[in-house]
């Protein structure tokens, strides 16, 4: 259970700090490297088509392993691009 949660928060918190990182380097100048991070989702998009492909015992729960993998990253951006957007908003 705990390795679960650990790939769960792992690339939750990694994307929300790169995000962030990227949000304050960056200021109000190149919006669009903001995007970056989301190329960390082809990362679990190319392992789950990869395990699928394998077969094995598990062929149908792999891919879903990968997709929280993604769906984590995903939230990690998501959270990061609302935290430097709502820093953007204030005078």
Do not use: D, N, S
């Not at 490297?33 to 190319?46: D, N, R």
């Not at 392993?65 to 993604?70: E, S, Y």
Request: hydrophobic residues 55%; proline residues 5%; charged residues 20%.
């Amino acid at each position: 259970m705990e390795i679960l949660a650990l790939m769960f928060w792992g690339p939750l918190v990694g994307t929300l700090a790169l995000t962030l990182l990227i949000g304050h380097l960056t200021k109000r100048r190149f919006r669009r490297l903001a995007l970056l991070p989301l190329g960390l989702l082809l990362i679990p998009l190319v392992e789950g088509i990869h395990e699928w492909r394998a077969g094995g015992l598990f062929r149908e729960l792999v891919p879903l392993l990968w997709g929280m993998i993604g769906g984590a990253i995903f939230l990690g951006w998501l959270a990061g691009w609302k935290f430097c957007r709502g820093k953007e908003r204030v005078p």
